[in-house]
């Protein structure tokens, strides 16, 4: 597993910083939030406002025309006194015009000074106009509307003066309304602008207080891929997520961190183990050419030596290539039924000779015929590779015990060791590429580290059960089981 050291630049990407997001996010929100809540307010106000005035100005309104019913709509009487005391009593202004604007009652309004009937309330000519459409409109003889800066309610009193028809002119001024709306607005937008500027610099506070930890391990993540791997994840965060995160952040570092130690072991390991062969072999050689060239019982002896070295730089060499062929996933399995009693046989055999002169027994307990599906070639490495083990690690007795049986509806196959077994906490990391657990003792059966590596990726490629029981000072089991055909 590679990890990259000092010089590595990181991409750096155009995004945009959590803070900023989460800031802009919270801010827009405030935002929309004072808008909606401003001019909602706003709008609500002035909608209830003109209808309170039009149910004023539409009372008063109907009770003056009521009123005026009651006087026979007589063209000679004059209103003035009584739409003047209406008018102060509903505190609008009241009027009878004709179809021209001509204003008809009250009369004499050129000496009223107060606010009712203002100068400028008193060209009507527009204003007319403007009722006449609104009676037509609503088909009717009255009509409720809002005019130019005043809400009016209009009638036609069926009353004729100099031949035109008499209107009913009730009016109050929206213009107090709109100071107030116009104060209202300065009042919400300055506190709105407040409630702003207060929600920027919470949003600032809380994004900050968000992102923090992201940051934070972010800051550390990059450490860790400069292979600092002193780095602790964990820290102050405030939700499970990001604890959770934090921690499997650490158990990532960890593995990473054991991949490494691991990959600088094999590098020992594998120059180590190429180093010596090659030294036999450029020693032998030299031997050959110097000294035993001449004598040809020590020349084969030599060049058996130099053989011997040579298929074991091969075996080192295939066994790297394996492991990566494997786990790139170049090497795909070729499955078929096949007789796995005759395939443990045959590596029992090849350790047969071996056995044989170097003192080794192999006890066995194999049923005949048992066919598994598998890849053979794959799974003959398997065996092989557990039983050299088994070889390599067994005490003094020298003895193997080798079982294939039938369980059920699986095949399992086990082979069992005398030696030291494998202390509890190592257990998990034999499978792991590189493991060797403290290099003692001399192996007979030359070994690479890659072995249950190699075992590991075939049999989780094929998807079988297997494992290992052990305890210290008491041998080792490795097992396989293997579906029966
Ligand atoms: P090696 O070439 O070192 O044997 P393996 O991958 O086959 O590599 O094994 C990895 C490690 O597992 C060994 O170095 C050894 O420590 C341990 N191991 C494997 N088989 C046995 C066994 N039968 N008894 C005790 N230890 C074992």
């Not at 063209?75 to 509903?90: E, I, K, M, N, Q």
């Not at 939700?239 to 499997?248: I, K, M, P, Q, V």
Request: hydrophobic share 40%; aromatic share 12%; proline share 2%.
């Amino acid at each position: 597993m590679g990890v990259a050291k000092g010089g590595k630049n990181f991409i750096k990407r155009k995004n945009t910083s959590i803070f900023f997001m989460l800031w802009t996010v919270f801010s827009l929100f405030s935002v929309a939030i004072v808008c909606l809540f401003g001019f909602g307010q706003r709008y609500i106000l002035n909608r209830s406002y003109k209808e309170r005035i039009a149910e004023d100005v539409s009372r008063c309104g109907k009770t003056v025309q009521k009123e005026l019913a009651t006087f026979g709509a007589n063209p000679l009487v004059d209103y003035s006194g009584f739409l003047y005391s209406r008018a102060f009593t509903y505190d609008m202004s009241i009027f009878l015009v004709d179809d021209e604007g001509e204003i008809l009652y009250p009369q004499g309004l050129e000496d009223y000074s107060g606010d009712l009937y203002a100068a400028s309330d008193l060209d009507f000519s527009a204003r007319v106009e403007k009722l006449k459409k609104e009676l037509k409109k609503a088909d009717a003889s009255v009509a409720l509307y809002e005019g130019e800066a005043e809400y009016v309610y209009g009638a036609d009193l069926q009353m004729r003066y100099g031949g035109s028809p008499v209107y009913l002119y009730v009016s109050e001024s929206l213009e107090l309304s709109r100071s107030i709306l116009s104060d209202m607005t300065v009042r919400i937008v300055l506190s709105s602008a407040f409630v702003l500027i207060l929600a920027f610099v919470t949003a600032g506070a809380i994004s900050g207080w968000l992102s923090k930890p992201i940051t934070e391990m972010t800051q550390k993540a990059k450490r860790l891929a400069h292979g600092d791997f002193s780095v602790d994840f964990s820290g102050a965060s405030y939700c499970s997520e990001l604890s959770e995160f934090a921690e499997t952040l650490n158990v990532a570092k960890d593995e990473i961190s054991k991949a490494d130690q691991m990959q600088k072991e094999l590098i020992a390991n594998v120059s180590h183990d190429f180093k010596t062969p090659l030294t036999m072999i450029k020693g032998y050689a030299s031997m050959i050419k110097e000294i035993s060239g001449g004598n040809p019982e020590k020349r084969n002896k030599h060049a058996q030596v130099i053989i011997d070295e040579t298929d074991r730089l091969t075996s080192l060499v295939a066994d790297v290539l394996d492991l990566s062929k494997l786990r790139a996933g170049i090497d795909t399995l070729k499955k078929q039924a096949f007789d796995l009693s005759d395939y443990t046989f045959d590596v029992l055999e090849k350790f047969g000779d071996f056995s044989k002169a170097r003192g080794y027994t192999f006890r066995t307990d194999v049923e005949p015929h048992l066919v598994t599906r598998a890849d053979p070639v794959k799974i003959g490495q398997v065996l092989y590779n557990l039983v050299g083990n088994a070889v390599n690690y067994t005490g003094e007795d020298k003895t193997v015990y080798v079982a294939l049986k039938k369980e059920g509806n699986v095949i399992r196959f086990s082979v069992r060791d005398t030696g030291e077994g494998i202390e509890a906490q190592d257990l998990k990391d034999i499978w792991e590429r590189y493991y060797r657990s403290g290099e003692t003792h001399k192996r007979p059966v030359q070994g690479t580290g890659l072995g249950l590596s190699i075992v590991k990726t075939i049999l989780e490629k094929h998807g079988f059960t297997f494992g290992v029981e052990s305890k210290r000072g008491e041998g080792s089991t490795f097992y396989v089981l293997f579906p029966l055909f």
